[in-house]
């Protein structure tokens, strides 16, 4: 999408192109927490409001009985400060590599005299971790592609359970997943 200032002008993307070819059925919103939960929940529903559509009360969960079914599904958990890196950051938690990233990180925030916001030190722990992977990207999509994340690991479960309910209220006849 591009970040979660685009999300209004990606939203008229897909209505328009709902419109032009019909049969939406779904649209699920995935947005980093970054340090106020609530309040990146919110906006995603004010902007979802603004669209006319109808989003669900709670995170992870999907509007009922609606065309197009409406998810959003705040990352890392609803709850917690965090982004989609502090999922990748979890998933490898345990590897080798992950004490290495953590010095690495204290020696740069202790040079330049600075502190991350929780969402900010797992950004830069994601992207440090994978800069040293064997063929490094500079988007996390290219680390899961190439294995950097633990795609596996229990993490990713609530927000995998979010995609695939995605396909189950879309394909429902009565706007409920079965």
């Not at 596996?152 to 995605?166: E, I, N, Y």
Request: hydrophobic share 35%; net charge neutral; glycine share 10%.
């Amino acid at each position: 999408m591009g970040g979660k200032d685009r999300l209004k002008e990606v939203l008229d993307l897909v209505l328009q192109d709902a419109r032009r070819i019909g049969g939406l059925q779904a649209i699920g919103v995935v947005r980093d927490a970054d340090d106020q939960p609530p309040s990146a929940f919110q906006s995603v529903r004010d902007a979802l409001q603004s669209k006319g559509l109808n989003p669900p009360n709670e995170h992870s969960e999907y509007s009922e009985r609606d065309r197009p079914a409406v998810g959003v599904f705040i990352t890392p958990d609803g709850s917690s400060p965090g982004s989609l890196e502090s999922l990748c950051v979890s998933s490898v938690r345990e590897a080798p590599e992950a004490r290495c990233t953590e010095e690495y990180l204290q020696c740069v925030a202790k040079v330049r005299h600075a502190e991350w916001n929780t969402a900010r030190r797992a950004k830069a722990f994601a992207y440090a971790y994978q800069a040293a992977s064997t063929d490094p990207g500079n988007r996390l999509s290219v680390g899961v592609a190439q294995g950097t994340w633990n795609r596996d690991s229990p993490t990713f479960g609530p927000l995998r359970a979010f995609v695939k309910q995605l396909a189950t209220v879309g394909g429902s006849a009565d706007g409920i997943g079965s």
